[in-house]
């Protein structure tokens, strides 16, 4: 196990190396394509064969040296090599090599970066330049098969990377759209609910100052504070977007989101607009995982909002209901029920629907158990208290 820990580490490593230092990589695999190259040249020569000389070793090195700029402009690099390997075949008598090393990466590095036309092209001047070289070589029609056949080879596993490649970009585009979407939908409670509150109280201000200078300096508390609990709440959130900006400063901790334990306190705000809001919570409580007891203070949150904003309620009910593998949220309230989907089928309740689902839930939304008022029903599986913290 520490050996393949240590293997991926190194393979991971390398992969980021090749994202941010690709001309470093090239290199390498020049210079490794170089060693293999130089075999013939070390090893003992055969009574009777052609001399190892140093002009036939600098040609084998000519044909290397293009590969450093293999990305950069491979279709070029292809013709240079192909050109370097016919004049060492015209001009000196060296060693063969069991490979054609240079090529085959060529032909890789086309398959897995070059646009079609361009990979169009390259095949079609590989079809005539394999068979010209095996003609220059020996002659022989097992060479043939198995150089067209190692070609073949490495363009395919060119375009098998370029699959790869694709299909890694795609995910990272969906997970960034997700987050995207996640930060959206967060941002989207923090603010409809603490602009609600503030709207409530701002608007109760006046009258209160006149009939109670008590109740408006209450009120103006409660504004400051959900402001303050917001503007939190959102600075947790872009925070995460300053995550591996090296030019950014080092960012604060963060707070976690608010879950279970933070309903009682947002309970208390929805409170202080002048709604009466009751609070139960039935069945085996136990603890459940950080992300769902967000998701049910997020639901809670945006539940209470649509009542302050659109309801025109004097009470609302809170439940939580634990049940066998799953825990129940409910919010239902007094006041003028489903409304046109413009104003109560909006992002609000579209975002309790993708938190639910995100956990496996479901959401559902309509009147009350009595046809008055609304209610938000949402069902989360929950694992047992053995699972719940992991």
């Known amino acids: 196990m520490g050996i393949r820990g240590e293997l991926r580490g190194w393979w991971e490593r390398g992969r980021v190396l090749a994202v941010t230092h690709p001309l470093v990589v090239d290199i390498g695999v020049a210079l490794l394509v170089q060693g293999a190259m130089s075999m013939p040249f070390l090893v003992p020569r055969a009574a009777g064969a052609p001399p190892a000389t140093w002009a036939a070793y600098g040609l084998s ?23 370097a390997n016919a004049l060492y075949r015209l001009t000196v008598d060296g060693p063969g090599q069991p490979l054609p090393y240079t090529g085959l990466i060529v032909t890789y590095t086309i398959a897995a970066l070059a646009p079609p036309l361009r990979r169009l092209l390259a095949g079609l001047v590989l079809l005539v330049a394999v068979p010209v070289g095996v003609w220059l070589n020996t002659r022989s029609a097992r060479e043939l098969t198995f150089s067209l056949f190692v070609f073949a080879a490495a363009y395919v596993f060119g375009r098998l990377t370029d699959a790869r490649q694709r299909a890694h970009r795609v995910e990272a585009e969906q997970a960034a759209a997700r987050e995207r979407a996640r930060i959206a939908r967060e941002m989207h409670d923090v603010l409809s609910h603490a602009v609600s509150l503030m709207i409530v109280q701002a608007e109760a201000g006046p009258v209160a100052v006149r009939a109670a200078p008590e109740r408006a300096e209450a009120a103006f508390d409660a504004i400051s504070a959900t402001g303050r609990d917001a ?19 080092p960012a604060a ?3 976690p989101q608010p879950g279970l334990a933070a309903l009682p306190g947002l309970l208390d705000r929805v409170r202080g607009s002048g709604l009466d809001v009751t609070y139960q919570v039935v069945g085996d409580v136990r603890p459940v995982p950080e992300g ?3 998701t049910v203070f997020r639901v809670v949150q945006e539940a209470l909002t649509n009542t302050l904003r659109h309801a025109e309620a004097r009470t609302a ?18 006041g003028q029920g489903p409304r046109p989907v413009s104003r109560r089928g909006g992002h609000g309740l579209t975002g309790m629907r993708e938190r639910a689902a995100a956990h496996g839930g479901s959401a559902d939304t309509g009147p009350g158990a009595d046809g008055r008022g609304f209610a938000v029903r949402v069902r989360i599986p929950v694992p047992d208290a053995a699972g719940a913290g992991r």
């Open 61 to 83: 090195t000519l044909t290397v040296a293009p590969l450093v700029w293999r990305r950069r402009a491979p279709l070029a690099v292809l013709f240079a090599v192909l050109a």
């Open 231 to 249: 503007m939190a709440q959102l600075r947790d959130m872009l925070g995460v977007l300053r995550d591996g900006d090296e030019k950014s400063p």
């Open 253 to 255: 901790p963060r707070e």
């Open 292 to 294: 769902v007891g967000a």
């Open 317 to 334: 009910q809170v439940r939580l209901a634990y049940g066998e593998g799953e825990l129940e949220v409910g919010v239902t309230d007094d």
